[in-house]
C-alpha cells in the first residue's frame, strides 16, 4: 500500500468548541484604551460597533467556547479541511523533513475567513442588526463575509483597498453574487475615504484607510455594526478550529510538528493554526511558532511593540501591538491581505514573550515558493499564503543541509484562483519587489 498524503476527518470529529488561550497566558494583555479618554475600554465602548456576545468573547476567561448550532450546521459545508502531507514537494527539495499543509482554501470563500464571519453575522443577526459594514484587503475576507450575511440574512458593505479593487475584480463579482455592495476604498461615501481622497487623490488605499470608512460607516448608522476579519480576540478565538483540527491530523499522521507556521497579515490564519500549539508552549513543550510576513510591511519584524490606532482615520481603540504607525500606507505588494501596518494584540504579546518567532519574505521568492508548490502540489496557492510556504521551503532546505529530520506544518490559507492577474505578471517578468520603505515607515 502506498503511503497516505492526506488526512480527513469525519463530521462528528469538526471541533465543537473555540480554544481561548487569554485564560492561560503567563502574563494578562494590556488592555485596549479608548481613543478620547485614554481610560481602559469598557464592553459598552464597543457597543456601536460589535453586538455583546463578540465583546464577551474579546475579554473571556473561559478557555473553552461552545460553537453554537447554526454555525456548526455552515461549519458542516466545508469543514473539515483536509491536511496533506507534500511528499511531491519534499521530493523536489530533496529534503529528509515531512511537510504538512493545513488547506483552508476549500471553504465557499476559498480561504479560511469563513471561519470567522460565520460566527461573526450570526452573532450580528441575533443582536437584531441589519447589515455589517467592513474593510476587506485582497477580497478574501469581503467575500467570506458577503458568504455569512448572506446565509444569515443580513446586508453587507464591503470597501474594498483601492489597488486590490483593480487587480482583482472578479473578487467583486463574487462579492456582488453572495449579495454584498463593494465600493474601492477611499471612497467619496465617508469623511475619512474623502479626507484621503483629498489629500492623495491617486492613493492605492491600504486596510487602516478601509478600516477607518467601514468603522465610519457603522458608527454613523444605528442598524449597521462592523466587522473585523483578524486581529481582534475573538476573531483568533474562531479560527481555533484550524489548529484543533490539525493536531487531530497529525495524530492520524503519527507524527508531532516541530515548527508551525503561518503567513501574518493581522494574525488570524497563523493564530488559528498556532494558538492551541501555544498551549503546549506554555505548559513547556510544543513546537516552534513561526509567523510570516512580507518585507514590504514587517510589522512583527520591524515594527514597534507600542499603542496605536486599528485605522488610518484614529477611530478604532488603541491597542498595544507591534505597528509600522497607522499612517504607514504599504507599497502594493500582490499579497494585499498582509497590507496591514499592526498585528493581532495577542500574538503580539506571544512574539514579545518569545513563545512565537517571526520572519519577512519579500514577494519574489515567495511568488518562486508558489510556483514550485502549484508544480509539484498541484494548489494554486493565494498570494499571502506563499509566504508561509516560502518559509516552509527554507525551513526543509535547512533540515537537507543539516541533515537531519524535521516535521514542518504549515497553512496554506487560501487558493489564487482569484489572483491569476498577479501571477502573469510574475510569469511575464513584470513583477518587482519592493526595498523595505524604511523612510516612510519611520516617518508614520
Ligand atoms: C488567503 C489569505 N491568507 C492570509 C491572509 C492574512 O490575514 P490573517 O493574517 O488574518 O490570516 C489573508 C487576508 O486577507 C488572506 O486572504
Same mark, same amino acid.
Given at each position: 500500500?502506498s503511503?497516505?498524503?492526506k488526512f480527513?476527518?469525519?463530521d462528528? =470529529? ?9 485564560p492561560?497566558?503567563?502574563e ?6 479608548n ?7 469598557t464592553?459598552q465602548d464597543?457597543?456601536?460597533?460589535f ?7 474579546e475579554?473571556?476567561? =473561559?478557555?473553552l467556547?461552545d460553537i453554537?448550532?447554526e454555525?456548526?450546521?455552515v461549519?458542516?459545508?466545508?469543514r473539515?479541511?483536509?491536511?496533506? !502531507?507534500a !511528499?511531491?514537494? %519534499?521530493?523536489?527539495l530533496d529534503t529528509?523533513? /515531512?511537510? *504538512?499543509?493545513?488547506y483552508e482554501?476549500?471553504?465557499p470563500a476559498?480561504?479560511?475567513k469563513?471561519?470567522t464571519a ?5 452573532y450580528?443577526?441575533?443582536a437584531?442588526i441589519r447589515?455589517?459594514a467592513?474593510?476587506?484587503g485582497?477580497?478574501?475576507w #469581503?467575500s467570506?463575509?458577503s458568504l455569512?450575511?448572506?446565509f444569515? #440574512?443580513?446586508?453587507?458593505?464591503? *470597501?474594498?483597498v ?5 487587480q482583482?475584480?472578479?473578487r467583486?463579482?463574487m ?7 463593494v465600493?474601492?476604498?477611499p471612497?467619496?461615501?465617508?469623511n475619512?475615504?474623502?479626507?484621503v ?5 491617486d492613493?492605492?488605499g491600504?486596510l ?12 454613523t /448608522? ?7 476579519g483578524?486581529?481582534l480576540?475573538?476573531?483568533m ?7 484543533? %483540527?490539525?493536531?487531530l491530523?497529525?495524530? =492520524?499522521?503519527? %507524527?508531532e510538528p516541530d515548527?508551525?507556521?503561518?503567513c501574518f497579515?493581522?494574525?488570524s490564519?497563523f493564530?488559528?493554526?498556532a494558538l492551541p *500549539?501555544v498551549l503546549?508552549r506554555?505548559?513547556?513543550? #510544543?513546537?516552534?511558532?513561526?509567523a510570516?510576513?512580507p ?14 490606532y ?5 477611530l478604532t ?5 507591534y505597528?509600522?504607525g497607522?499612517d504607514?500606507?504599504p507599497?502594493?505588494i500582490?499579497?494585499g491581505g498582509?497590507?496591514?501596518? #499592526?498585528?493581532s ?11 512565537i518567532e517571526a520572519k519577512?519574505?519579500?514577494?519574489l ?5 508558489a510556483?514550485?508548490?502549484a508544480r509539484?502540489?498541484g ?8 509566504h508561509a510556504i516560502?518559509a516552509a ?6 533540515? @537537507?543541509? %543539516?541533515? !537531519?529530520?524535521?516535521v ?6 487560501g ?5 491569476l492577474?498577479?501571477?502573469?505578471s *510574475?510569469l511575464?517578468?513584470k513583477?518587482q519587489d519592493?526595498?523595505y520603505?524604511? @523612510?516612510?515607515?519611520?516617518a508614520?
Open positions: 500500500m503511503e497516505p498524503s480527513l476527518l469525519t462528528s =470529529q469538526i471541533p465543537t468548541v473555540w480554544v481561548n488561550v487569554l492561560s497566558l503567563p494578562p494583555l494590556d488592555p485596549p484604551l481613543p478620547q479618554t485614554r481610560a481602559p475600554l464592553p464597543l457597543l456601536p460597533l453586538p455583546m456576545e463578540l465583546i464577551e468573547q475579554f473571556s476567561p =473561559q478557555p467556547i453554537p448550532g454555525v456548526m450546521d461549519y458542516r459545508l466545508w473539515a479541511t483536509p491536511l496533506y !502531507r !511528499r511531491r514537494l %519534499e521530493k523536489a529528509p523533513a /515531512h511537510i *504538512y499543509y493545513k482554501g476549500t471553504s476559498g480561504s479560511h469563513p471561519n460565520v460566527p461573526q453575522a450570526y450580528n443577526k441575533r437584531g447589515r455589517l467592513t474593510e476587506t485582497a477580497g478574501q #469581503g467570506a463575509l455569512a450575511c448572506q444569515f #440574512g443580513l446586508e453587507c458593505t464591503v *470597501y474594498m483601492r489597488v486590490s479593487y483593480d482583482k475584480p472578479y467583486r463579482v462579492m456582488n453574487t453572495w449579495g454584498a455592495e465600493w474601492p476604498s471612497s467619496d461615501h465617508t475619512a475615504g474623502r479626507g481622497l483629498a489629500s492623495t487623490p492613493s492605492p491600504s487602516g484607510i478601509a478600516i477607518s470608512e467601514a468603522v465610519e460607516d457603522a458608527a /448608522h444605528a442598524d449597521t455594526n462592523y466587522a473585523l483578524s486581529v480576540n475573538h476573531v478565538l474562531h479560527q481555533t478550529v484550524i489548529g484543533q %483540527e490539525a493536531k491530523q497529525m495524530r =492520524q499522521a503519527g %507524527e515548527v508551525v507556521i503561518g497579515g493581522g494574525g490564519n493564530g488559528g493554526l *500549539y503546549d506554555l505548559a513547556g513543550h #510544543g513546537p516552534r511558532l513561526l510570516v510576513e518585507a514590504a510591511c514587517p510589522s512583527l519584524t520591524k515594527g514597534t511593540f507600542a499603542y496605536d486599528g485605522d488610518t482615520a484614529k481603540p488603541l491597542i498595544k501591538m505597528t509600522l497607522h504607514f500606507v507599497p502594493g500582490h499579497a498582509l497590507r496591514y501596518h #499592526g498585528a494584540p495577542l500574538l503580539s504579546h506571544l512574539l514579545h514573550l518569545g513563545h519577512a519574505y519579500s514577494q521568492p515567495c511568488f518562486q515558493a510556483l514550485q508548490f509539484t502540489e494548489i494554486l496557492p493565494a498570494p499571502e499564503s506563499s516560502c521551503v527554507d525551513e526543509a532546505i535547512a533540515a @537537507r543541509e %543539516e541533515g !537531519r529530520p524535521k514542518i506544518l504549515f497553512c496554506l490559507s487558493h489564487g484562483h482569484f489572483d492577474g498577479s501571477y502573469e *510574475y511575464g517578468g513583477l519592493y526595498a520603505p524604511g @523612510r516612510e515607515i519611520h508614520a
